[in-house]
Nanobody, 117 residues
Framework: QVHLVESGGGLVQAGGSLRLSCAAS????????MGWYRQGPGKQRELVAA???????NYADSVKGRFTISRDNAKNTVYLQMNSLKPEDTAVYYC???????????WGKGTLVTVSS
């Protein structure tokens, strides 16, 4: 079993920045891709960013140039630096971690990011 603990969410005004962190712990020692999803009010969950074990990255078009995903493999932690935040970025942000051997995707409980105008 894997436990993902997210932190860093909160309230910020448009144009501001937040840094989300997600630390994975449990019986798994190593992960493949880790990432961030989000779900805004009345919207479907969408991929925000993903990063492979080799630190290759992919981003949703809506956040390219504004968000940066990174990871610390020794700490099994993934980060999302969010700059130039917009009201449409308001959502619950979920961390994910994919296991190597069993190919399971674990999810955090989510952290709320609210961007006010």
């Amino acid at each position: 079993q894997v436990h993902l603990v997210e932190s860093g969410g909160g309230l910020v005004q448009a144009g501001g920045s937040l840094r989300l962190s997600c630390a994975a712990s449990g019986s798994v020692f190593r992960f493949n891709t880790m990432g961030w999803y989000r779900q805004g009010p009345g919207k479907q969950r969408e991929l925000v960013a993903a990063i492979t074990s080799g630190s290759n990255t992919n981003y949703a078009d809506s956040v390219k140039g504004r968000f940066t995903i990174s990871r610390d493999n020794a700490k099994n932690t993934v980060y999302l630096q969010m700059n130039s935040l917009k009201p449409e970025d308001t959502a619950v942000y979920y961390c994910t971690a994919d296991t190597v051997v069993t190919h399971l995707r674990y999810w955090g409980k989510g952290t709320l990011v609210t961007v006010s105008s």
